[in-house]
């Protein structure tokens, strides 16, 4: 009876984690595109548009099979796409009122099919609200195979049209300039967004998808130089997230899936905020401190050197409270690196007077040479 | 007369759904028109993280500190997205996208952990229910009224006062930030009020109509006002009525198909967009469509104007100013040339022979090609 159970739950841990890295992979490498294009907030509108489509395909098929379902939400993320784009070019409104408006809209328009789908008890309705948030024990692997099926379709595209999508992100004047046809390759690259979302329905939810395609997107960014890089890592960043949010969920009967596996993709984004080399924001401190110091430790020497120049003698030994006067508390600490490297020496307090330094042959060429270097 | 009020069922329902419209479409009109509308989609995700937070602490739902708590988790987000937004790390959009997101993830795992008995589940957060409102009542003197009715008659009020005090700051603000902070009115500080009251109307709205819809009620009665008018009193009026106009349909509609109040409300918002999208009288698709044509047979009417002028005098001016050369040498259709030259024997330009098949170009015609073909009078 227990290695029964024991099957069961590896069935569908085996399913649920199986449709969190095709999720995490497809909403990682199109999410890119998105954040990348600035179009970050149109993800919202789509996955909420998602809604709709899941009740009319649920209407048109009469039950709860997941391929009529996703089809219905794919048609209706590209409706929406379309009306965000025809309401941002031919009104005078701005594309976050046109966005807001959409998704409110067609948000409200799924609420009211909703509501019209559970009170008249059709058959197999039951359970389609747990498209809002998720829950990922749902899966069936029939399931599993659709979702396969969108993401191979999806990351086919994006390998398909690779320079040409690279081009419209970085550059589409020049693109334009080419002659291709920007706008259809736009059009394509906005409502292929709608394909993350349809992977992403049983697991995260319409209401939270946003977070998806944003955030291994806005992580993978802080590693990365390259689009090639970016996209990978935005796949791998997805592919963690998401399986580290389902397993968790599965712990306890009753979570959602939706909201751990956002609150895992946003911890992945912290630590890239903070760590990542080159633009993390604890880095570039590390980074900011080695420079000043390096910065002090030149003017310091030099100002030795000139000092002791003044005094016509390149070895004379200046006494610490004048360098502390210029510099305050930096002197210090530069006087001591100076020290472990050889290039100034202390001279012992004597009575009426503090520490003074003066440089050793070796630190007056160093200064010498930062000297030369400034003046050239 | 309050008394019969307050049993009329259906009329406290549209007059609830009436009054979160026209709190949320006052504020509304200004975040559209700073083209930060989609901070409304953040507050009303994350004021659920202020909400069962205070739940949490304090163990009740309906205190006075969950409305503070709940809105101030609401400009929190807004904060925090531009805090993010300001380390340059990501861009603006995305860093609102995965601010709000996350308190909202936060929220409902703290509900599913620690709340799965109270009323406060996310479904009712999300999409709210109209239909019951009427249900909780408070005490108010001789009468019982329901609670959503007070909290949401006292918030529009004070959006309204808030609008009507600040009206000529915000404007300035709205429209030319730069020069309200040189004159020190702060717009950033009523920017944040702004946001301020928007989470508040958001938290006394989410019971009646949940997070989403209170979305299209800011965002989407101003839109449409917006594109029928170019007057900023008449946008928020505007804004205001149209939010009226679709509580009232919305709940006779909802009832006629058995669906969401709310949702329905927010769906004829929606329709009403559309319409002032295609029908407006200035910046509708098909205003400017028409426009569009008229402004091209004008054009159409100078050419052909130049045209005769030019071969007038010419030999072949008998073969040149037939309708059917205008066809050929303008290719033209013949639907376009007889428009044109309908227009133009209007005005009193050209005139037909009897026979239809020579044009003439009158006196006020001929001025008009010369001074086409030479606006500066120089001869």
């Known amino acids: 009876m227990a290695g029964l159970w024991e099957l069961f739950t590896d069935f569908t841990v085996r399913n649920a984690v199986m449709g969190a890295v095709l999720l995490g992979i497809l909403s990682g490498v199109l999410g890119t595109f998105a954040v990348l294009r600035e179009q970050s907030l149109l993800g919202d509108a789509l996955s909420h548009a998602a809604l709709p489509g899941i009740c009319i395909g649920f209407l048109i098929a009469g039950g709860r099979q997941l391929l009529p379902l996703m089809l219905g939400a794919l048609a209706a993320g ?68 659709v979702m396969a099926a969108v993401t191979a379709v999806g990351l086919g595209l994006v390998a398909l049209f690779w320079k040409e999508f690279k081009l419209v992100t970085f550059d589409p004047g020049f693109a334009r300039s080419l002659g291709w046809r920007v706008p259809v390759l736009e059009a394509l690259l906005t409502s292929m967004i709608a394909l993350a979302v349809v992977v992403g329905l049983q697991m995260v939810g319409v209401v939270l998808m946003v977070a998806m395609i944003i955030a291994p997107a806005a992580a993978a960014r802080q590693w990365a130089r390259r689009l090639e890089t970016m996209v990978a890592l935005a796949a791998v960043f997805g592919a963690i997230s998401g399986t580290a949010g389902t397993l968790v969920s599965l712990l306890r009967p009753g979570l959602a899936t939706g909201p751990l596996i956002v609150l895992a993709a946003t911890g992945v984004v912290l630590v890239s905020l903070l760590a990542a080399p080159q633009r993390g924001l604890l880095w570039q401190r590390v980074q900011q401190r080695r420079t000043r110091a390096a910065i002090a430790r030149g003017q310091v020497l030099v100002d030795l050197l000139q000092l002791a120049r003044a005094h016509g003698d390149e070895g004379f030994a200046t006494e610490q409270g004048m360098l502390d006067a210029v510099y305050g508390a930096d002197a210090h600490p530069a006087l001591r690196q100076l020290e472990r490297e050889g290039l100034v020496k202390p001279l012992p307090p004597q009575h009426g007077k503090g520490t003074q330094w003066h440089l050793t042959p070796k630190g007056q060429a160093e200064a010498r040479r930062l000297l030369d270097e400034g003046e050239e | 007369m309050l008394a019969a009020f307050l049993d009329n069922v259906d009329l406290i329902i549209i007059t609830i759904g009436a009054l979160v419209g026209v709190a949320a479409s006052l504020l509304g009109t200004f975040l559209v028109l700073r083209g930060s509308s989609l901070y409304s989609d953040a507050i009303s995700h994350s004021i659920l993280l202020g909400i069962v937070l205070v739940y949490l602490i304090s163990g009740e739902v309906n205190s006075p500190y969950q409305v503070v708590g709940a809105a101030l988790a609401g400009v929190a987000t807004v904060y925090l997205s531009e805090l993010l937004g300001a380390t340059r790390r990501v861009k603006q959009d995305a860093a609102t996208g995965l601010v709000f997101p996350a308190l909202f993830a936060l929220a409902v795992l703290l509900l599913n952990l620690y709340a799965r008995d109270v009323h406060l589940d996310e479904h009712a957060v999300l999409l709210g229910e109209l239909a019951f409102a009427w249900l909780d009542v408070v005490p108010l003197g001789p009468y019982e009224v329901p609670r959503s009715l007070l909290t949401m008659g006292i918030i529009a009020l004070i959006n309204a006062l808030f609008v009507t005090l600040f009206y000529k700051e915000l404007k300035l603000a709205v429209f030319d930030e730069g020069l309200a902070h040189a004159l020190g009115l702060k717009p950033r500080l009523l920017f944040y009020v702004l946001l301020f009251l928007t989470s508040v109307t958001a938290v006394g709205a989410f019971d009646a109509v949940g997070a989403i819809l209170f979305i299209a009620f800011v965002i989407v009665p101003p839109a449409a006002a917006y594109l029928l008018t170019d007057r900023l009193w008449l946008v928020l009026l505007g804004g205001a009525a149209l939010a009226v106009v679709a509580s009232v349909a919305g709940f006779h509609a909802a009832m006629w198909l058995d669906v969401s109040i709310g949702g329905m409300m927010a769906t004829v918002c929606g329709g009403l967009l559309l319409l002032a999208f295609l029908l407006g009288p200035r910046y509708g698709v098909i205003a400017r469509l028409l426009r569009f044509q008229r402004q091209r047979t004008q054009a159409h009417v100078l050419m052909l104007l ?10 072949a001016a008998e073969e040149e100013s037939g309708p059917p050369a205008l066809q050929q040498h303008l290719r033209w259709s013949a639907r376009r040339s007889r428009a044109v030259i309908a227009l133009a024997q209007q005005r009193g330009l050209v005139t037909l022979s009897a026979d239809g098949r020579r044009l003439h170009l009158t006196g006020r015609g001929r001025e ?8 500066w009078e120089r001869g």
Request: net charge negative; proline share 5%; charged share 10%.
């Open chain 2, 306 to 315: 130049v045209h005769l002028y030019n071969h007038e005098h010419e030999a």
């Open chain 1, 78 to 145: 590209a409706v929406a796409a379309l009306l965000v784009l025809l309401l941002t070019q031919h009104s005078r409104l701005k594309p976050d009122a046109s966005v807001g408006a959409v998704l409110s809209t067609f948000f409200a328009v799924g609420t009211v099919l909703l509501t019209y789908i559970q009170n008249r008890q059709l058959p197999g309705q039951a359970g389609l609200d747990s498209f809002l948030f998720g829950q990922a024990a749902a899966i069936l692997p029939s399931d599993l195979w």
């Open chain 2, 368 to 375: 008009t090609a010369q001074r086409m073909l030479d606006p």
